[in-house]
């Protein structure tokens, strides 16, 4: 394969307290590494929301005089209280998630589906990275099963919220091949926009073809995340996509990661992310 101008996959990786006035207002979480690391002795329970990210210590103990903080089901207003390891602490009854967070970057091969777990039995995701961390990471958004690519997993939900979400346009980059040659007129029309079959409008960010004219492949950037709408939008077109690879997602890239292999994110990739 090659690739030319953005496309061009051999670059470098691209990732270079105000106070409430409301009891139910929610603070904006700090943004810090792993947000709460385990912990073998009781620690105050303004510490222990403080160390989740939730708010300053001083804006923890007006959360808990406002009584929105449980700890094994029962408010606690009283300051200085103290948690165990094993309690189960809620703000606003969203349990505070004790686990260090994790990230974890997967080269996905086909034949592969990115679900939790398959009734019929068929090979899932979470088999390639059982082993990648102890807690229990979830994918972010989809690759169908004859996708390659890149996919990310994590247990922060927040980021896997903002990444998916179309308000942040997160922006993701696919190789693909074609049933047969395409021209820059195609390509025009991919950049103005198509209708899909349901009758949602998208258009590429970018687009171009690879190699000399008479190729049948495309790079193409886009930030929807409809389902299969790369697929659906070739399609719309009078194309059918043999081969489909996600070169890029949200700034990461494929370098130095082979099919099927993953990788912990690098605090420099996991900053980038906490501020797309």
Not at 255 to 272: A, C, M, N, V, Y
Request: overall charge positive; hydrophobic content about 35%.
């Amino acid at each position: 394969m090659r690739n030319k101008g953005k496309f061009d996959q051999s670059k470098k990786d691209q990732p270079k307290g105000k106070k409430r006035s409301h009891p139910h207002q929610k603070f904006e979480k700090k943004q810090k590494g792993d947000p709460l690391p385990s912990f073998s002795e009781n620690v105050r329970l303004n510490k222990f929301i403080a160390n989740a990210g939730i708010c300053s210590r001083r804006e923890a103990d007006v959360l808990i005089e406002s009584g929105v903080i449980e700890v094994n089901g029962k408010v606690i207003n009283e300051m200085g209280y103290k948690v165990k390891p094993t309690d189960e602490v809620k703000y606003d009854g969203a349990t505070i998630n004790t686990e260090s967070k994790r990230y974890v970057l997967l080269n996905k091969p086909k034949d592969f589906i990115t679900t939790m777990d398959d009734p019929q039995g068929r090979k899932t995701v979470l088999h390639l990275v059982n082993n990648a961390c102890k807690e229990r990471i979830y994918p972010v958004g989809r690759l169908d099963r004859n996708t390659t690519g890149l996919l990310l997993f994590t247990n922060d939900g927040d980021m896997a919220k903002r990444l998916t979400h179309p308000r942040y346009e997160v922006r993701k980059i696919y190789h693909v091949e074609l049933d047969r040659p395409i021209s820059r007129e195609h390509v025009a029309e991919l950049l103005k926009g198509v209708t899909l079959d349901d009758e949602d409008f998208v258009k590429a960010d970018a687009a171009e073809i690879i190699a000399e004219t008479g190729s049948r492949e495309v790079g193409i950037e886009l930030h929807s995340g409809k389902n299969r709408v790369v697929r659906r939008m070739f399609e719309a077109i009078g194309f059918k996509v043999k081969r489909l690879d996600r070169v890029q997602f949200a700034g990461l890239t494929k370098k130095d990661l082979p099919r099927g292999k993953w990788r912990h994110l690098t605090e420099k990739e996991i900053s980038f992310l906490k501020m797309v």
